[in-house]
């Protein structure tokens, strides 16, 4: 049996590019980003993460793209429950990378938060792109 999937790039450059900028709104001081980098276990060291900095950005845009490109794939194949099952996988493998790596509730609630708004996003721009 094989599957043909139809990728349009357009509503997954569009996606990304608008999770990609989520990203940057959400992590912002004024909105979590204060309360993200208060919970860090190595909080002490801010300068580590301007050292990261330009990679990890680098590293989301990539996973923006991969993910949208991801869910594309998904909607075309199984619609609305193959994107409820990514997401609910997204939220059960980053709350046990969380718990085995020891950070806090509040932090996997920012990020699972942000994981969840941004496939939103994805699913919208699929939706209205196509």
Known sequence: MSIIISVHWLPIIVGAGLAFALGMVWYHPSVFGTKWMAE??????????????????????IDAVLVATLVTALFSILYYPGVILLGLSILAGTFAAGAFQGRTLRIWMIDAGFLMAQLAIMIGALRLLT
């Open 40 to 61: 860090q276990p190595h909080r002490k060291f801010p300068d580590a993460y301007q050292t990261g900095m330009k990679a990890g950005m680098i590293a989301s845009l």
